[in-house]
């Protein structure tokens, strides 16, 4: 039996090295896009266009070079950067350009007889050491790579659009391939930048499940309404409707080609609606201006949509295709729904959500129903991933649309995960990290703050509750080690402040944007780091007060970082280390009162020059001092909470927070 994957694919180090040479068959509007996300990943990294036609491979060209202007105009690459981008990437309509390749992707027109044409000829010309991978929307592994010589080092990896920046890959875990191949993809994709997920070898794999049949029932819908109307219902649930999608992505002979091939494959309810065949632009508004639409209509189309969309849930996760968190973050992610369908099913309600399903039951026979109760379909902790490694549970913080930033709900299901395991002999300590490479935690979601700002009390209550995590981890006999892996910031940075040591890779910072959204940090920033290392009160006056910045590097030669790492796979090996290091030795926080220098600012500003508020950092300065005279680290933490309650009451919190919404600067000019 082959041992089951991390669930996060950084945990298992691949022997296989970083591509050189990678191909990409098919330049045609996928294709290129691809390119691009490997070259922006890896600059130095040599790609191959190849298409059959030269006008395809021109075209192409043309566009990566606009893309990387746009970059450089918007300041997201530097000059030099672009052209190393654009440097060693070339286009051929010669498979011969393909020999050295280590990795070729197809990405050519969705045909079977074809794409096993292009995988007979990319055989004979690759090494026996390369790697072939399709980007097909629906074909699944075991069609495609039958007749080849080595299938065992091919797969799907099936990327979304636009692929450049789209981070969700499907990789396909299909039988014949190899163990490696699949772990050295998640890692590959993993670590630049991308949300691979697992998904098994069934004609259209998950996500497109969802996709092609969401946009085939509002094709079917169009006898009792437009594609206006229909668009406008569905904007309940997506930024963007289906036709308005389909417009966009040329997408109705994909759907005709996907949907076909369910029906072949699972039975005629899945046929593709005759009218996607013989239209080619749907007559539908931006997403902007939605049409009107009657309550009858708008409740009939409504329910349908959600019919289809629960009926493929279910069946996706009666079939195993995919997991039940994978499908939730999926949709959000490459799809573009609100919310996921688990999370949309959980809202509904199991009641609401079984009339939906009989109904829809009735008005399309065949399609999947619920195999078992629902609420067994949701995932057990939807923003996390949870692994082992020598009796140490590893916690992975995976939001990676918000880097990692915490929720109630995720606050909720690490604190979860620490019940489940805390009193089993069998696990001697956790360890949190973040999903990918960038961030640790990038602070928590702004949720209901705004709704409580003049109201001090509530949000002081507010800062109390989201607190639970923090004061159970005071409390506990087992070792929680923050290993920060990226940039740790407000909410995430107090997370780590709590946990019972630190380790950190090199590139990794820490920070308290908070003053500069005029509020402060009140769980736990101003109390905890000066009762740990009260020499370094200067260091955290200035992160609190000027939003200063803390690298790794520092924050080690203070004592706030215990070891130093330079890649995730030493992080993980000295943060597990660390909880064997600690376990039956946690020493309780200082309760005591500590002796901290006032917290005195010359100009309400921050270590860049941005304005701040006076306000704030004189109610951050009075809570630093009070907290450091308070008899405990209970009355202390109380100090923080009041704090944040009397931040919330501000003007200047009112400017900071409309600000935020607002995508702009604040003026603390006339807020003080
Ligand atoms: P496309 O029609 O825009 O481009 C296909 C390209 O393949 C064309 O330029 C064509 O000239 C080229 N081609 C055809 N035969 C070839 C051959 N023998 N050798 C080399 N090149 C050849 O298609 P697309 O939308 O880019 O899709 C490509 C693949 O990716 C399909 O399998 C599709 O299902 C899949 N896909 C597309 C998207 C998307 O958003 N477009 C998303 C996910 C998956």
Redesign the pocket.
């Known amino acids: 039996m082959t041992a089951p994957l991390p669930a996060n694919p950084l945990l298992e180090p691949s022997a296989r090295p970083l591509p050189r040479h990678v191909g990409v ?7 290129p896009d691809i390119a691009y996300y490997l070259k922006t990943a890896l600059p130095a990294l040599s790609v191959t266009l ?4 030269q006008a ?1 491979i021109d075209a192409a060209l043309a566009r990566l070079r606009e893309y990387a202007d746009k970059a450089v105009t918007r300041g997201k690459l530097k000059p030099e950067a672009a052209e190393e981008v654009l440097a060693n990437l070339h286009g051929s309509t010669d ?1 011969d350009a393909l020999a050295t390749c280590d990795w070729v992707i ?5 045909n079977l007889a ?2 096993h ?2 995988f007979a ?1 990319t055989e004979a010309r690759i090494g026996d050491d390369a790697v072939l991978t ?6 699944p592994a075991a069609r495609l790579f039958s007749n080849l010589r080595r299938p065992e080092r091919a797969t799907v990896t ?4 636009p ?1 450049w920046r789209n981070p969700v890959v499907e990789v396909i875990d299909w039988p014949r391939a190899d163990r490696a191949l699949i772990v050295w993809l998640r890692h590959f994709f993993c670590a630049t930048g991308k949300l691979p997920l697992i998904t098994r070898d069934v004609p259209c794999f998950m996500l ?1 499940r969802v996709f092609d049949n969401w946009c085939n029932e509002a094709a079917l819908l169009l006898d009792g309404a437009s594609a206006a109307e229909i668009d406008s219902v569905a904007q309940e649930f997506v930024h963007a409707g289906p036709f308005f999608v389909l417009n966009l ?3 109705n002979p ?1 759907i005709v ?2 949907n076909t091939l369910q029906a072949d494959a699972e039975g005629e309810h899945y046929r593709p609606a005759p009218i996607l065949r013989s239209v080619e632009r749907w007559v539908t508004p931006a997403p902007k201006q939605p049409a009107d639409v009657t309550p009858e209509k708008r409740a009939c189309i409504r329910e349908r949509l959600l019919g289809v969309l629960l009926s493929q849930s279910v069946d996706i996760l009666d079939r195993g295709i995919g997991e039940a968190a994978d499908l939730d973050l999926g949709c959000r992610v490459a799809l573009g729904f609100k919310q996921g369908p688990l999370e949309l099913m959980r809202e509904l309600g199991d009641a609401q959500s079984s009339r939906m399903l009989a109904r829809f039951a009735q008005e399309r026979p065949g399609m999947p129903m619920p195999q078992r109760a629902l609420g067994t379909y949701q995932p057990s902790a939807s923003d996390l991933l949870v692994d082992a490694i020598d009796s140490v549970k590893i916690i992975t913080l995976r939001r990676p649309e918000a880097l990692n930033a915490l929720h109630d709900q995720m606050t909720d299901q690490i604190l979860g995960v620490i019940r489940r395991h805390e009193d089993d002999p069998a696990v001697t300590g956790f360890v949190i990290v973040g999903y990918g490479t960038k961030a640790f935690c990038a602070g928590a979601d702004i949720g209901r703050f705004p709704s409580l700002l003049g109201n001090a009390s509530a949000a002081a209550q507010y800062a109390r509750d989201c607190s639970r995590l923090l004061v159970h981890l005071d409390a506990m006999r087992k070792p929680v080690i923050a290993a920060l892996n990226g940039m740790a910031l407000g909410g995430g940075f107090e997370l780590a402040l709590r946990c019972h040591a630190r380790v950190a890779q090199r590139s990794a910072w820490m920070q308290l944007p908070e003053v500069t959204l005029g509020i402060l940090p009140g769980i736990g920033a101003m109390v905890v780091p000066y009762r740990r290392w009260p020499n370094a009160a200067p260091v955290f006056h200035a992160m609190l007060a000027r939003a200063a910045r803390l690298s790794a590097r520092s924050a080690s030669a203070i004592g706030v970082v215990d070891d130093l790492a330079d890649d995730f796979d030493a992080l993980i090996r000295l943060a597990v280390a660390r909880v064997h290091a600690l376990a039956g030795r946690l020493e309780p926080m200082a309760q005591g009162r500590v002796v901290v220098p006032p917290l005195d600012v010359a100009e309400a500003r921050t270590a860049d020059g941005r304005m701040l508020s006076a306000s704030i950092i004189g109610l951050i300065a009075a809570a630093v001092r009070d907290a450091a005279a308070a008899p405990t680290l209970a009355a202390a933490l109380e100090v923080g909470y009041r704090a944040f309650g009397a931040a919330a009451c501000t003007a200047a919190a009112r400017e900071g927070i409309a600000a935020f919404l607002e995508h702009r600067e604040p003026d603390f000019g006339p807020t003080g």
Do not use: Q
């Not at 068959?25 to 294709?31: C, H, K, L, S």
């Not at 099936?158 to 659009?161: I, S, Y």
């Open positions: 068959i098919g330049a045609g509007a996928i294709g190849i298409d059959i036609r395809a498979y197809e990405a050519a027109t969705e074809l794409k044409r292009i000829d399709s980007n097909t929307s629906s074909l099936h990327f979304f659009a692929a497109d992505a040329h997408g994909i080609e996907t």
